[in-house]
């Protein structure tokens, strides 16, 4: 069974830095493709980054320039290095996976973590 496990959303002030990471069990991140979606109160869902299969990344013209994707192979962690936030950048952020790329350039994942908050002040 997969479960990912988001954790490091908080508050923080607009300027600043925060650093999500989220945990796999069952799932090696070496596999497939997996993502940060972000969805804030009223908006549709976002993504924010992806890691392709082949290792690309991609990024949504929102954080392009901010945001850093990246995958400790070691911890079996994806991690999203946020920084400078606006409170625009305020969501709830979940990470997913899947293995099949057709799925993940549809955004339709198969695994998703449960969100962490992030709440950004002016």
């Known amino acids: 069974q997969v479960r990912l496990q988001e954790s490091g959303g908080g508050s923080g002030q607009a300027g600043g830095s925060l650093r999500l990471s989220c945990a796999a069990s069952?799932?090696?991140?070496?596999?497939?493709?997996k993502a940060w979606f972000r969805q804030a109160p009223g908006k549709q869902r976002e993504r924010v980054a992806m890691?392709?299969?082949?290792?690309?990344?991609s990024y949504a013209d929102s954080v392009k320039g901010r945001f850093t994707i990246s995958q400790d192979i070691a911890k079996n962690t994806l991690d999203l290095q946020m920084d400078s936030l606006k409170p625009e950048d305020s969501a709830m952020y979940y990470c997913a996976a899947d293995t099949l790329s057709p799925r993940c350039a549809s955004n339709i994942f198969r695994w998703w973590g449960q969100g962490t908050q992030v709440t950004i002040s002016s």
């Open positions: 069952g799932y090696s991140y070496t596999n497939g493709c």
């Open positions: 890691i392709y299969r082949t290792g690309l990344s």
